[in-house]
């Protein structure tokens, strides 16, 4: 048992795309190797497009991941009695890369998913020709989330006629799911030139654009102003959103952005001036922060000095219209 010799490499090691950026991993155990009273598990390591190490008792596994550079991959069989563990030599298998000429798939590819007041989640994805791209090339859009897959069916084009953007105002999302990915793979045609189709995973929630938060409420009490609100529209309860609250001063022309971490405020203020208040939400601690929301719509607040906020007005549009250095 102590000599390496003992312990065989797998065998009939394959790799197999079986979805969307998803590989099986499959093999074999060596039919040379003896069963004793010992036991037999594998070393996975993945080494593109993103390294990884895992060891299994299984003899698949299925791996996500962006396929457009190809992907490679070994497993070793690994002995285990008692405490001491003796591996074989490892079996290699790589998948190429798909053709396509170079410079042809798409770049700056950025997406957007927004939760609906009726629990459906939208998706919006942008991106760019590949600078050797010609210029009838035609981009198509699929994204896979879980099992589900789906091509776009809503495009924005550009000058040139090519797909540059994609709306799905309802997808297979789950809003209740953390962190689950999301594919996108974007593909091509062209009648002057192969073109290379290009894959990237999101973060489902690091890609959400927040919602505002509503039904805000300002008063004041004394010297002090009170603000609260409700959660931005969302599956997750109040306590995994974080607020970032702005406020402006119109009459000294001040402003603070100061960050809140519960739905209400108080803030000592100068009674004789007027405010203008906004507030936005992000993720906290429930998931992978996204995007901060839009700002809510200005409350204003204090003494309301038409003069004062005259002038102000006349201040702030010479500054708007003063070259920037």
């Known amino acids: 048992f102590q000599y390496r010799c003992l312990v065989f490499p797998p065998v009939n090691f394959t790799?197999?795309?079986?979805?969307?950026?998803?590989?099986?991993?499959?093999?074999?155990?060596n039919p040379n190797q003896e069963q004793k009273n010992y036991t037999i598990r594998y070393d996975v390591k993945i080494l593109s497009p993103v390294p990884e190490e895992y060891d299994t008792e299984k003899t698949?596994?299925?791996?996500?991941?962006?396929?457009?550079?190809?992907?490679?991959?070994?497993?070793?069989t690994l002995l285990l009695h008692n405490d001491l563990q003796i591996r074989s030599d490892w079996v290699k298998e790589k998948l190429p890369p798909p053709p396509g000429a170079p410079e042809t798939?798409?770049?700056n590819l950025s997406c957007v998913t927004r939760i609906s007041i009726s629990s459906t989640v939208s998706l919006h994805c942008t991106w760019l020709p590949g600078q050797e791209a010609p210029e009838d090339t035609k981009y198509f859009l699929f994204y896979r989330y879980e099992m589900y897959t789906e091509e776009c069916q809503d495009y924005i084009k550009d000058k040139w006629n090519r797909n540059t953007e994609c709306r799905f105002s309802v997808t297979h999302i789950d809003?209740?799911?953390v962190d689950n990915l999301i594919v996108i793979h974007i593909n091509g045609s062209s009648k002057y030139a192969a073109i290379k189709p290009f894959q990237r995973l999101f973060n489902q929630n690091a890609i959400e654009k927040v919602n505002v938060p509503r039904n805000v409420t300002v008063f004041l009490e004394?010297?002090?102003?009170?603000?609260?609100?409700?959660?931005p529209i969302s599956p997750f309860p109040?306590?995994?959103?974080?607020?970032?609250?702005?406020l402006f001063n119109l009459k000294s022309g001040n402003k603070q952005i100061l960050k809140i971490p519960t739905n209400d405020f108080r803030l000592r203020i100068d009674v004789t001036s007027r405010y203008s208040i906004q507030i936005r939400a992000n993720h906290h601690i429930c998931c992978t922060r996204?995007?901060?929301?839009?700002?809510?719509?200005?409350?204003?607040?204090?003494k309301n000095d038409m003069f004062l906020s005259l002038v102000n007005a006349i201040t702030l549009l010479k500054k708007a219209q003063q070259p920037n250095c």
């Open 15 to 29: 790799l197999t795309v079986s979805a969307l950026a998803q590989v099986l991993l499959q093999w074999k155990p």
């Open 60 to 76: 698949h596994s299925i791996q996500t991941a962006a396929l457009h550079n190809g992907f490679s991959a070994h497993v070793r």
């Open 105 to 107: 798939s798409v770049t």
């Open 175 to 177: 809003p209740e799911e």
């Open 222 to 231: 004394q010297n002090d102003l009170l603000v609260t609100w409700e959660k």
């Open 238 to 246: 109040k306590e995994c959103f974080e607020y970032e609250f702005y």
């Open 290 to 302: 996204g995007f901060w929301s839009d700002w809510s719509e200005i409350i204003y607040v204090g």
